[in-house]
């Protein structure tokens, strides 16, 4: 059925009407989301009991709640300590640490919760409206279309090591060798593992993140005595409501920036599997590509922030298409829910919007009143929360390895994933001191199997024919666009180049030829 205006004001009454299990689902889902390893998968599947419990609609708002609320809360360790909460918040470690070091960590949190609200609302609210017809672009993505995605973000690698070009491919190309370790996705042959049948499933995510951020960041910060410059230290001492206010304004000013970002994240996270870390990436990428001042990147800008962050909270919407159009989860929080509105007896699929449309639709009226919720509770609170950076390293260090150790044990249970934390978090260190970029490594562990599992999928369904990967009318569009995307920066430096080139002057060149 459409949705009718009607309908969703009473759906948006309903959600409103359980405000205080939202405020409480938010609030968890905010500290699970900064802390590395806790993510909202785990949490909902410890408090399955209580979702289980209660009535599906319940269940469904609390749930929902949580997951928004855990996208948000990544950005807050990623901009504070450049340790990312999760994978769709580690390109926010790009620019949200750099404007932390100058003390301007305050306005980055302010411009984080702001993009992640207004993304999130904006694609939940286009996720009502136009839910019949985005669910088709989950039958015209496959393999061949995700390949040309991946690759947008791969490129990201490229970008990084603008500086140091051969440095920052050697990080990239060392990150996708990484993530090649495990059983391959065709014949199941172990590659890499030494042996280990812990990383017959590949590394785990999670062991690299916490390990080459968070205790390489810890044993840097070891090193002095504070992440700040003095004179950073003194502007984030003296920071107050009127930064919080200058935040709003700062991401305000980019508003196009936080929508565009947003549905590219929806897009992205439509397709089962893609995930907010791709949508992080993709975005961050083309929003530097775009950009006028691209070489500002990284430098600790406001369009570094909102670009990841608008986009990792647009894919919690797409995330959920799929499950609830096609019952085909698009990710892990995705998958749990699927099991409680399974056990529920809710049927999933087209039939649902025709006996059930108040559930359908409602996940997304949820996360309109979940995004307005958190935003008026944490905006007061980023006054308080960015001074946790004026701790002394010589406190706050101990306690991230601690807190982080945990976050990679907690996944699988495994003492395996301990060791093998410490050892990308040497890895990670040795990196940042020898110049080689730990953000370009991440890019490739992350994309890296995702683009080997469809490069081989594509070729398997194909019978090895490379030229599957121009079949498609989607996919070469993408194709289009992504030599477009390469092409750009080369064509804006020669631009550049050109106009600074000095123009001679009319009466020396008339002098000259007499």
């Known amino acids: 059925?459409?949705?009718?205006?009607?309908?969703?004001?009473?759906?948006?009454?309903?959600?409103?009407?359980?405000?205080?299990?939202?405020?409480?689902?938010?609030?968890?889902?905010?500290?699970?989301?900064?802390?590395?390893?806790?993510?909202?998968?785990?949490?909902?599947?410890?408090l399955l009991p209580f979702t289980l419990a209660v009535d599906v609609d319940v269940a469904m708002i609390f749930m929902v709640s949580l997951f928004c609320a855990s996208q948000m809360g990544g950005g807050i360790t990623s901009i504070l300590l450049n340790i990312p909460g999760n994978g769709g918040s580690a390109a926010t470690c790009l620019d949200g640490y750099p404007m932390a070091k100058k003390g301007q960590g305050q306005q980055a949190l302010v411009l984080s919760f702001v993009a992640s609200t207004v993304g999130g609302m904006v694609t939940a609210g286009m996720s009502i409206f136009l839910l019949p017809y985005m669910a088709r672009l989950a039958y015209y993505l496959h393999s061949v279309e995700m390949v040309v995605i991946l690759l947008f973000g791969i490129t990201l690698i490229a970008s990084i090591a603008s500086e140091n070009m051969l440095k920052g491919l050697i990080a990239g190309f060392l990150g996708l060798l990484i993530g090649a370790i495990g059983a391959d996705h065709i014949?199941?042959?172990?590659?890499?593992?030494?042996?280990?049948?812990?990383?017959?499933?590949?590394?785990?995510?999670?062991?690299?993140?916490?390990?080459?951020?968070?205790?390489?960041?810890?044993?840097?910060?070891?090193?002095?005595?504070?992440?700040?410059?003095?004179?950073?230290?003194?502007?984030?001492?003296?920071?107050?409501?009127?930064?919080?206010?200058?935040?709003?304004?700062?991401?305000?000013?980019?508003?196009?920036?936080?929508?565009?970002?947003?549905?590219?994240?929806?897009?992205?996270?439509?397709?089962?599997?893609?995930?907010?870390?791709?949508?992080?990436?993709?975005?961050?990428?083309?929003?530097?590509?775009?950009?006028?001042?691209?070489?500002?990147?990284?430098?600790?800008?406001?369009?570094?922030?909102?670009?990841?962050?608008?986009?990792?909270?647009?894919?919690?919407?797409?995330?959920?298409?799929?499950?609830?159009?096609?019952?085909?989860?698009?990710?892990?929080?995705?998958?749990?829910?699927?099991?409680?509105?399974?056990?529920?007896?809710?049927?999933?699929?087209?039939?649902?919007?025709?006996?059930?449309?108040?559930?359908?639709?409602?996940?997304?009226?949820?996360?309109?009143?979940?995004?307005?919720?958190?935003?008026?509770?944490?905006?007061?609170?980023?006054?308080?929360?960015?001074k946790l950076i004026l701790i002394p390293t010589a406190v706050l260090a101990p306690i991230i390895i601690a807190f982080t150790m945990v976050g990679s044990f907690a996944p699988r249970g495994y003492m395996f994933d301990l060791w093998l934390t410490l050892l990308f978090g040497v890895i990670g260190y040795v990196c940042r001191r020898t110049g080689y970029n730990v953000v370009a490594m991440l890019i490739g562990v992350i994309l890296g199997p995702l683009l080997e599992a469809n490069v081989m999928r594509a070729l398997r369904i194909s019978g090895n024919d490379p030229l599957v990967f121009f079949s498609s009318t989607v996919g070469n569009i993408l194709w289009a666009l992504l030599f477009i995307s390469l092409f750009i920066p080369s064509f804006v430096a020669w631009r550049k180049k050109r106009g600074l080139r000095p123009q001679p002057v009319a009466g020396a060149v008339a002098g000259g030829g007499a």
């Open 1 to 46: 059925m459409e949705p009718s205006l009607g309908f969703v004001a009473e759906l948006f009454a309903h959600a409103l009407s359980y405000w205080w299990l939202i405020l409480i689902a938010t609030t968890i889902g905010i500290i699970i989301g900064a802390m590395p390893g806790f993510g909202s998968a785990n949490t909902i599947i410890m």
């Open 187 to 386: 014949y199941s042959t172990p590659r890499g593992t030494f042996g280990a049948l812990e990383l017959y499933d590949g590394v785990p995510l999670i062991a690299v993140l916490i390990g080459v951020f968070a205790i390489s960041e810890a044993l840097i910060m070891m090193e002095s005595r504070s992440v700040l410059s003095e004179a950073g230290m003194q502007i984030a001492k003296k920071a107050g409501w009127p930064e919080t206010w200058e935040g709003v304004k700062m991401a305000f000013a980019r508003w196009w920036l936080m929508i565009w970002t947003g549905i590219v994240g929806l897009i992205i996270g439509i397709v089962p599997g893609a995930g907010a870390s791709i949508a992080a990436f993709v975005a961050y990428q083309q929003a530097r590509l775009y950009s006028k001042t691209p070489e500002l990147y990284g430098t600790g800008i406001p369009e570094g922030v909102i670009a990841p962050e608008s986009a990792n909270n647009g894919c919690a919407s797409g995330d959920l298409i799929p499950l609830l159009v096609i019952g085909v989860p698009g990710g892990t929080t995705a998958a749990v829910m699927l099991i409680v509105m399974t056990y529920h007896g809710v049927q999933l699929g087209p039939r649902m919007f025709i006996q059930t449309p108040e559930l359908g639709y409602g996940v997304f009226v949820t996360m309109l009143v979940a995004y307005g919720v958190m935003l008026f509770t944490t905006l007061p609170l980023t006054r308080y929360i960015s």
